[in-house]
Nanobody, 121 residues
Framework: QVQLVESGGGLVQAGGSLRLSCAASGRTNYAMGWFRQAPGKEREFVATISWGSSMRVYADSVKGRFTISRDNAKNTMYLQMNNLKPEDTAVYYC????????????????WGQGTQVTVSS
């Protein structure tokens, strides 16, 4: 049984940084990604990474500010978020896909419970 657990969220001022982690248990040999959902909005794609880290894709809104990575030895994926903006405020979800990198919510087979990120102006 696959379990994904996010951590690292919190409150930060605009321009600050946070690093999110997603710890995986059970089967772990799949592509992973980050999504986020702001109040009243649909869940949206943030970034995705292949199993071997050879492929990484970012949403245009975070390109150049966020970096996705993973350490398969630790069964953990990360999202380094720099130069945070108030519009980055959302619940951030970790996702996994057996079929490859994930660019939309329908592509995910596994989800974490989410971690709140709040960026104050």
């Amino acid at each position: 049984q696959v379990q994904l657990v996010e951590s690292g969220g919190g409150l930060v001022q605009a321009g600050g940084s946070l690093r999110l982690s997603c710890a995986a248990s059970g089967r772990t040999n799949y592509a992973m990604g980050w999504f986020r959902q702001a109040p009243g909005k649909e869940r949206e794609f943030v970034a995705t990474i292949s199993w071997g880290s050879s492929m990484r894709v970012y949403a245009d809104s975070v390109k150049g500010r966020f970096t996705i990575s993973r350490d398969n030895a630790k069964n953990t994926m990360y999202l380094q978020m720099n130069n945070l903006k108030p519009e980055d405020t959302a619940v951030y979800y970790c996702a996994g896909s057996r079929a490859g990198i994930i660019r939309n919510v329908r592509g995910a087979d596994y989800w974490g419970q989410g971690t709140q990120v709040t960026v104050s102006s």
